[in-house]
C-alpha cells in the first residue's frame, strides 16, 4: 500500500508541473504531441520547462534530487535551459529548520549545543538531498580553537528513501521480466547497487571513515585536500569535520582571475580520478561541482578540495586490471584486444566471433580520437555502444554503475574547465605506467610475499585433500571448494610466475652478454 501511495504522489507531481506534456512534446510522433497539447490545455504551466523540472525533482525527494544532480553535469546531452537550472539542486535544495538540525546535533552528541561549540552558525551554508551542513568552531582536546563544518542528516530520511526504493524494485521486477533485453540490462542487481550505496550515504560514520581513507591514500600527490574527521564528534547522524575554504570549481572565471592555471587542473583531475580507480580501487564517487573545490591559499594553491564522502566506490584486483587493459587498448585503437578482453571476461558469450566485435567497437570509437573534449560528446558515444552491446548480448556490470557516472561528472568538470583538453592523451601514460607496475619484479615480488601465508596453509594438505577427494569420488563438499580455492589461487597467480620466469630470463641473458662481453675485451 505505500508502494502504492508513493506512486500516486509522484503521478500527482507530474501532472502537477506538467512533465507528461513535456515529455510528450518531446517525442518525434505527431500524434503524441498533439496528445501532449491537448493535456496541457486548462492547466496553469506557464514556468520554464527547466524550472518546472527541477521543482518537480525537489518535491519528489532525495532520490530525484540525486538522479537531477548527476544529469546536472551533462550539458552536453540537455538543452541548456534545463541544465542550468538543474544545477541549482546542487546547493540550493530547501534546508529543514535549523532548530531541528541544532535538537539533532545535541542528542547525538550529547550535550547542550554551548558545552560543544564555541559558536555555531545556525544559517546552513549548504543543504542537500540526504543533509545540511552549519559552520561552527569548536575547542580541540588541546585547547585549540578549530573552525569545523557540522553536517547533520534531514528527519525522516530513512522511511522517504525506502519508499522511493521500492518503487524502483518493483519497476526493475517489471523491465526484467517483460523481455530477455531487459533481463541482460540486469536491472534487479543495478537498483540492488544503488540501494545499498543510498543506506551507506545515511550512515555518517561510514561516510567519515570513507573520507579519512582516501585522505590516508591522497596523502603526498599534492593533487587534492580532504577535510579531517573529528572523531570525538562524529556519529551515525552528525558528522563534524575540518572546515575548507577554497572556491567552487564552477566559477571558472573567479578561478581564472586568482591566477590558477585552469588547463593544469583540468588534467590534474584526470590524473586524480585514474590514481583512484587504479592504483587504489577506492574513488570519491559523487564528484559533481557541488562538491569540488579549488584552494587559494598560498601553501596549496590550485590544489583539488574534495567533499562530501557519502558515495565512494570500490573496485577489485580482477575489475582493476580488466578495466585497465580495456583502457589501455582502447587508447591505442587496439579494438581486436578491447573484443578479446570482453569475451575473456565473459561479459559477452564465448561464441562470439571477435572479428565482429572489434569491427563493431571501431565502428563506434574510431570517429572521436584526435578531436578535443569539446568535440566528443561521450553520451553520443555511450548511446552507440549500448546499441553495439544488445546486439552483441553484452551484460551490464552492477558494479561497475558508480565507476560510469564518476565517469562522466570527471567528463563533465573536465570540459567545463578546458574544453581543448584532450582526455584520451591525458590518461594514456598514467595508465600505461600503471599496467607497467602490475607485472614488474617489484609488482611480483608483493604479490608472492602476499599469497606466501595462504600456500604454506594450503599446501601441507593437499596430499590428504587429494586422496579423500578421490576415495569419495569428488562428493565430499569441503573438499571440493578447497581444491577449488586451489584452482583459482593458482589462475590468480600464473601471470606472476609467467612475468617471474621472463625476469629472471631477462637477468640470465644479460649476465650471459655480459661475460661474452667481457671476455671478448680480454
Known amino acids: 500500500m505505500s508502494r502504492i501511495g508513493r506512486g ?3 503521478l500527482r507531481v507530474v501532472w502537477r508541473y506538467g512533465l507528461d506534456v513535456l515529455l510528450l512534446q518531446s517525442l518525434p510522433s505527431p500524434g503524441l504531441q498533439r496528445l501532449g497539447r491537448a493535456l496541457a490545455l486548462g ?14 525533482l525537489e518535491d519528489l525527494g532525495p532520490i530525484f534530487v540525486k538522479l537531477g544532480q548527476v544529469l546536472s ?16 539542486l546542487q546547493d540550493r535544495v530547501p534546508p529543514f529548520p535549523s ?29 542537500a538531498s540526504i543533509a545540511q551542513v552549519h559552520f561552527a568552531v569548536l575547542r580541540d582536546r588541546q585547547g585549540r580553537e578549530r573552525e569545523v563544518a557540522v553536517k547533520v542528516l534531514r528527519p525522516g530520511m530513512l522511511s522517504a528513501i525506502d519508499k522511493d526504493l521500492g518503487l524502483m524494485h518493483l519497476m526493475a521486477d517489471m523491465v526484467g521480466s517483460l523481455s530477455a533485453d531487459g533481463r541482460r540490462l540486469r536491472p534487479r542487481e543495478v537498483v540492488a547497487e544503488f540501494d545499498k550505496y543510498l543506506h551507506d550515504e545515511l550512515d555518517l560514520i561510514r561516510e567519515a571513515s570513507s573520507a579519512a581513507q582516501l585522505r590516508r591514500n591522497m596523502a603526498g600527490l599534492d593533487l587534492v585536500l580532504i577535510p579531517e574527521m573529528l572523531w570525538d564528534h562524529c556519529t551515525t547522524n552528525v558528522l563534524v569535520m575540518e572546515r575548507m575554504h577554497g572556491v567552487p570549481i564552477s566559477q571558472v572565471q573567479r578561478l581564472r582571475d586568482a591566477g590558477v592555471d585552469i588547463q593544469k587542473l583540468a588534467r590534474d583531475g584526470v590524473s586524480l580520478f585514474f590514481t583512484q580507480v587504479f592504483r587504489d580501487g577506492f574513488f570519491h564517487a559523487d564528484m559533481h561541482p557541488g562538491n569540488i573545490q579549488v584552494s587559494l591559499d598560498p601553501q596549496t594553491f590550485g590544489r583539488y578540495i574534495s567533499l562530501d564522502f557519502g558515495i565512494v566506490g570500490t573496485l577489485t584486483e580482477v ?29 559477452v558469450p564465448a561464441a562470439t566471433r571477435v572479428d565482429e566485435l572489434e569491427a563493431a567497437v571501431r565502428a563506434v570509437c574510431e ?18 555502444l549500448f ?16 565507476l560510469q557516472k564518476t565517469l562522466l561528472n570527471v567528463e563533465g568538470l573536465g570540459r567545463d574547465l578546458d574544453p581543448d583538453l584532450d582526455l584520451w592523451a591525458t590518461a594514456k601514460p598514467f595508465l600505461e605506467q600503471w599496467m607497467l607496475q602490475q607485472v614488474g619484479p617489484q609488482r611480483l615480488w608483493a604479490e608472492l610475499k602476499a599469497q606466501a601465508p595462504r600456500y604454506a596453509k594450503i599446501l601441507p ?19 571440493h571448494r578447497l581444491l577449488e580455492q586451489m584452482v583459482h589461487e593458482q589462475r590468480r597467480t600464473r601471470r606472476f610466475l609467467r612475468a617471474l620466469v621472463f625476469v629472471l630470463a631477462g637477468f640470465a641473458l644479460g649476465s650471459f652478454t655480459m661475460q661474452i662481453v667481457g671476455r671478448l675485451h680480454l
Do not use: C
Not at 546499441?387 to 558508480?402: A, D, G, K, W, Y
Open 387 to 402: 546499441q553495439t552491446s544488445r546486439r552483441f548480448h553484452v551484460e551490464i556490470q552492477p558494479q561497475l554503475v558508480l
Open 8 to 10: 500516486w504522489a509522484i
Open 461 to 479: 594438505e593437499l596430499p590428504l585433500m587429494l586422496h579423500t577427494y578421490l576415495q569419495q569420488g569428488g562428493s565430499d563438499p569441503k573438499t
Open 319 to 347: 575489475d582493476k586490471e580488466y578495466l585497465a587493459q580495456n583502457f589501455v587498448a582502447f587508447f591505442r585503437r587496439d579494438y581486436k584486444r578491447v573484443a578479446e578482453l570482453h569475451i575473456e571476461s565473459g561479459w
Open 73 to 88: 553535469t551533462r550539458r552536453d546531452l540537455l538543452a541548456p535551459d534545463i541544465a542550468h537550472e538543474l544545477a541549482k
Open 43 to 56: 492547466r496553469r504551466i506557464d514556468a520554464p520547462r527547466g524550472e518546472r523540472l527541477r521543482q518537480a
Open 367 to 384: 570517429p572521436y580520437f584526435d578531436r578535443p573534449l569539446k568535440e566528443i560528446s561521450l553520451g553520443l558515444v555511450l548511446m552507440r
Open 99 to 127: 532548530e531541528v538540525a541544532v535538537a539533532a546535533i545535541e542528542q547525538a552528541l550529547g550535550k547542550p549545543l554551548s558545552e560543544i561549540f564555541v559558536s555555531f552558525e545556525h544559517t546552513p551554508v549548504a543543504s
